[in-house]
């Protein structure tokens, strides 16, 4: 009888998803498409990141940020969301935290709304549809800085 520690894998590393002392970095994820924020869970934590929230619209993701605050690493935030959109979620949460990471999610053609964010301060963006590389390799971009 084989089990599995009689193939090593070969690709063994560590989550990326997870602190040196072995705590997984804590995303809330805003969005409206529950597609999206599924996708986007699922990603993240299939490499060990926790999803500590979800908010499907911008007033929502400023109030779960504001209870979950400093238990949140990092943002994911979509710019187009009914009641508040992303731009102005995103003010309102670096006026309440200026050191949050928060990666803005857009849909192609919304550049004008990313350097906005960015100069808010937004640490990063990624552009849909969600490729995971590009997602994992910019919210691991936001958190080491």
């Not at 894998?9 to 809330?28: F, H, M, N």
């Not at 508040?84 to 006026?95: C, F, K, P």
């Not at 350097?115 to 849909?128: D, E, P, R």
Request: hydrophobic letters at 40%.
């Amino acid at each position: 009888m084989t089990n599995m520690y009689d193939f090593p894998s070969i690709d063994e590393r560590p989550a990326i998803g997870v602190r040196q002392d072995g705590s997984p970095y804590r995303v809330l994820v805003v969005d409206d498409s529950m597609f999206v924020t599924k996708q986007i869970s699922q990603i993240l934590t299939s490499e060990g990141f926790e999803i500590v929230g979800t908010a499907a619209d911008g007033q929502e993701g400023v109030e779960r940020y504001k209870e979950l605050y400093p238990k949140v690493d990092v943002v994911t935030m979509d710019i187009t969301m009914p009641q508040m959109d992303g731009v102005t979620a995103l003010e309102q949460i670096m006026e309440f935290d200026k050191n949050a990471r928060v990666v803005m999610i857009s849909a192609l053609g919304k550049q004008d709304l990313v350097k906005k964010s960015l100069l808010i301060g937004a640490k990063n963006y990624i552009v849909k549809p969600l490729d995971r590389k590009k997602v994992l390799e910019r919210i691991l971009m936001t958190l080491e800085h």
